[in-house]
């Protein structure tokens, strides 16, 4: 005895996997990095640095942060640092900044997390 075509069964099927694609397509549209501005270019990123050139003006603190729980297993870490180190980047430039201090990382299991100081200073 041959099976029997169920359309009903068929249309619930083809409604699971569908969904199941959209899910997984939204998901994944997630794991793209922040990306960095043309205008932060030009923004220099200290790690562990001691002291800060005295001609240099501070502008804020901010926080930069890569990652989440959804995405953490499709992005390398070097990519989720890369991304927070974007949007300080890219913070810095809007402020008008051209420095940006790293004085602090946490480390989550899902994200990547910058504190940086974001200073102008004069260009030579």
Sequence with gaps: MGAVFNPILF???EFIVKKSLLILSLLMSGCAIA???DNAKNVNVVFDNTTTAA???PLDTAVGSEGHWYSY???TNDDLSL???NRLRNYAAEIGGNR???SR???FKTSVTFVGHIYHCPTK
């Design 11 to 13: 249309l619930v099927c």
């Design 35 to 37: 990306p960095l501005s």
């Design 55 to 57: 001609d240099c003006q």
């Design 73 to 75: 297993w499709f992005v």
């Design 83 to 85: 991304g927070a180190i």
């Design 100 to 102: 940006v201090e790293l």
């Design 105 to 107: 990382q946490m480390f």
